[in-house]
């Protein structure tokens, strides 16, 4: 089964990042026509999901996330001060299942995969990992 990691280097504390290029190409790189792959990040304050890449709505996700995780006693912040940033990607969850058409991730018009940064700026891996169908 093709295992295909790469590095995103996020800038900012909490940041969206679309990683659809990247998955493509190691997708191809995986050289499976037909199957599931799944695109994982091996990280507790870093999670991904499929949408829409518009401006306006990366912005709401980041702020529907802060409004259900910032604030809170949290008894982590005792530990590191990033318990929003874990409990965030609990509720996203690490990682997405997709199907692979043609040698490609099969995608909506308008759904593209996007990596979160919780609590960066870090550098961060991503799991690609390629199931034959
Ligand atoms: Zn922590």
Same mark, same amino acid.
């Given at each position: 089964?093709?295992?295909?990691?790469?590095? /995103?280097?996020?800038?900012?504390?909490?940041?969206?990042?679309? &990683?659809?290029? #990247?998955?493509? *190409?190691? /997708?191809? $790189?995986?050289? +499976? #026509? *037909?199957?599931?792959?799944?695109?994982?990040?091996? =990280? @507790?304050? @870093?999670?991904?999901?499929?949408? $829409?890449?518009?401006?306006?709505?990366?912005? *709401?996700?980041?702020? +529907?996330? *802060? $409004?259900?995780?910032?604030?809170?006693?949290?008894? =982590?912040?005792? &530990?590191?001060?990033?318990?929003?940033? =874990?409990?965030?990607?609990? &509720? &996203?969850?690490?990682?997405? @299942?997709?199907?692979?058409?043609?040698?490609?991730?099969?995608?909506?018009?308008?759904?593209?995969?996007?990596?979160?940064?919780?609590?960066?700026?870090?550098?961060?891996?991503?799991?690609?990992?390629?199931?034959?169908?």
């Amino acid at each position: 089964m093709p295992i295909v990691r790469f590095s /995103v280097t996020t800038n900012s504390h909490r940041q969206i990042v679309d &990683i659809t290029a #990247q998955v493509q *190409d190691a /997708v191809a $790189e995986a050289g +499976i #026509q *037909d199957g599931l792959v799944t695109i994982s990040v091996a =990280h @507790c304050t @870093c999670t991904v999901y499929v949408n $829409e890449n518009e401006s306006g709505l990366v912005a *709401d996700t980041l702020e +529907i996330v *802060d $409004e259900l995780t910032a604030g809170g006693a949290w008894r =982590h912040n005792r &530990i590191d001060d990033n318990a929003a940033a =874990h409990l965030a990607a609990s &509720i &996203i969850g690490n990682a997405v @299942c997709l199907p692979v058409s043609g040698g490609q991730v099969e995608l909506g018009t308008w759904q593209r995969i996007m990596l979160v940064e919780l609590d960066g700026p870090r550098n961060r891996r991503v799991t690609v990992t390629v199931i034959p169908g």
